[in-house]
T-cell receptor
């Protein structure tokens, strides 16, 4: 079945550590997105990529990095520079008519 | 305003209709969307409306669009307990979607 897979579902990190969240899609979509969700704040865009080997900063890119070496994969690294990384992270890919299809999310907790 | 706005909470009785409202920001948005999020899960696309339409109906869901006021609503007929979730509206801006803060719908027996 086609879809978007995020892993891990839950992740714990010590302060000062970098962590990488995985996002894989087999929908053959060109565009992929990373959002962060905090209670009462909706979804905020971190990074997005329209095509392989290209990506752009979203509204809250500081402390995060991405790569897009393959069409199917768009991993997000939460670096130690991110001051408040505890959140629910959602990856999505987009159809040509604009609909976003989301993964099940990764919950990151900083200890 | 700069943000896509929604009320935070809505409580309805099972069997009643629910109406979730949204005010968006960009009159040039091509598509407007409604997403549903159940606890601990990703967002699921419910429906969308093209900006040149006033209304779209899909089974129990009715979307109304007022472009003049930049107001979007989602009506759920015969609301069931399985409809309890957070509902997000979103507007398209170029290659990005901007989401509202979400409305938590609680369905009471």
């Amino acid at each position: 079945d086609g879809g978007i897979t995020q892993s891990p579902k839950y992740l714990f990190r010590k302060e000062g550590q970098n962590v990488t969240l995985s996002c894989e899609q087999n929908l053959n979509h060109d565009a992929m997105y990373w959002y962060r969700q905090d209670p009462g704040q909706g979804l905020r865009l971190i990074y997005y990529s329209q095509i392989v080997n290209d990506f752009q900063k979203g509204d809250i890119a500081e402390g995060y990095s991405v790569s897009r070496e393959k069409k199917e994969s768009f991993p997000l690294t939460v670096t130690s520079a991110q001051k408040n990384p505890t959140a629910f992270y959602l990856c999505a890919s987009r159809t040509n008519t604009g609909e976003l299809f989301f993964g099940e999310g990764s919950r990151l907790t900083v200890l | 305003g700069e943000d896509v706005e929604q009320s935070l909470f809505l409580s309805v009785r099972e069997g009643d209709s629910s109406v979730i409202n949204c005010t968006y920001t960009d009159s040039s948005s091509t598509y407007l969307y409604w997403y549903k999020q159940e606890p601990g899960a990703g967002l699921q696309l419910l429906t969308y409306i093209f900006s040149n339409m006033d209304m779209k109906q899909d089974q129990r869901l009715t979307v109304l669009l007022n472009k003049k006021d930049k107001h979007l609503s989602l009506r759920i007929a015969d609301t069931q307990t399985g409809d309890s979730a957070i509902y997000f509206c979103a507007e398209s801006k170029g290659n990005k979607l901007t989401f509202g803060t979400g409305t938590q719908l609680k369905v009471e027996l």
